[in-house]
T-cell receptor, first 110, second 113 residues
Framework: KNEVEQSPQNLTAQEGEFITINCSYSVGISALHWLQQHPGGGIVSLFMLSSGKKKHGRLIATINIQEKHSSLHITASHPRDSAVYICAVGSNFGNEKLTFGTGTRLTIIP | DAGVTQSPTHLIKTRGQQVTLRCSPKSGHDTVSWYQQALGQGPQFIFQYYEEEERQRGNFPDRFSGHQFPNYSSELNVNALLLGDSALYLC????????????FGQGTRLTVV
C-alpha cells in the first residue's frame, strides 16, 4: 500500500462544477502539499498546510490530521484548471523529503 | 527572481552512457532535492543536498550521484544509463531555516534509447 493515496485517479467535469480531490496518507507528517502539474511537466505549489483550511482564489484545501486526510476543492471550475493535481507529504519542515501520491488527472470540459 | 531553473529541458542518451543534469535553486534557498518521475507516476525522491553534502537519499542505486556547489546549485549524475532511467527529473529547492514550501523547476525529460 502506498504511503499517499489519491482519489479519484481521473476526473472529468463540466465547466462550472465544484471539484473535490481527496488524499489519504499513512505516515506521520509535518506538512501536506497540494501541487499542480501541467502537461509540460513543471510543478507548481498550490498549498502547504499542516492544519485546518487554506483558500486561494477558487481553490480551497483542508486537512484533518486525526483522520490523515486532505481534500482539494475547486469552485466554479474552468478549462484552464485542467491539469494533474498531486498530493505530497513531508516529515520535516524546510528540510523535507516529499512523498508523493500518483496524482489526479482533472479535465474540465467547456 | 527566476525561480528554480533546470538544464537541459530535454535530453536523449544511449544505454550505457552517462548524463549530468543541472539545477539552480530559487534565490535565498539552500537545500536542493532531486526527484524522478516515470510516466504516469508520482515523483520519487532520489536525494537531497544541503551545505554541499548529501543529507538524505531515497531508494536509488549508486549509479545516481550528485553534487552541490557553494552557490547552492546542484548536479545529478547518472552512470551506465538503463532504458528504465527514462523519466522526468525534477529539482526542488527550499530553505532549511524556515517553514517554506518547496519550489520546483520545469524538469529535465531524459530519454534513454
Amino acid at each position: 500500500k502506498n504511503e499517499v493515496e489519491q482519489s479519484p485517479q481521473n476526473l472529468t467535469a463540466q465547466e462550472g462544477e465544484f471539484i473535490t480531490i481527496n488524499c489519504s496518507y499513512s505516515v506521520g507528517i509535518s506538512a501536506l502539499h497540494w501541487l499542480q502539474q501541467h502537461p509540460g511537466g513543471g510543478i507548481v505549489s498550490l498549498f502547504m498546510l499542516s492544519s485546518g483550511k487554506k483558500k486561494h482564489g477558487r481553490l480551497i484545501a483542508t486537512i484533518n490530521i486525526q483522520e490523515k486526510h486532505s481534500s482539494l476543492h475547486i469552485t466554479a471550475s474552468h478549462p484552464r484548471d485542467s491539469a494533474v493535481y498531486i498530493c505530497a507529504v513531508g516529515s520535516n519542515f524546510g528540510n523535507e523529503k516529499l512523498t508523493f501520491g500518483t496524482g489526479t488527472r482533472l479535465t474540465i470540459i467547456p | 527572481d527566476a525561480g528554480v531553473t533546470q538544464s537541459p529541458t530535454h535530453l536523449i542518451k544511449t544505454r550505457g552512457q552517462q548524463v549530468t543534469l543541472r539545477c539552480s535553486p530559487k534565490s535565498g534557498h539552500d537545500t536542493v532535492s532531486w526527484y524522478q518521475q516515470a510516466l504516469g507516476q508520482g515523483p520519487q525522491f532520489i536525494f537531497q543536498y544541503y551545505e554541499e553534502e548529501e543529507r538524505q537519499r531515497g531508494n536509488f542505486p549508486d549509479r545516481f550521484s550528485g553534487h552541490q556547489f557553494p552557490n547552492y546549485s546542484s548536479e545529478l549524475n547518472v552512470n551506465a544509463l538503463l532504458l528504465g532511467d527514462s523519466a522526468l527529473y525534477l529539482c526542488a529547492s527550499s530553505n532549511s531555516g524556515t517553514r517554506t514550501e518547496a519550489f520546483f523547476g520545469q524538469g529535465t525529460r531524459l530519454t534513454v534509447v
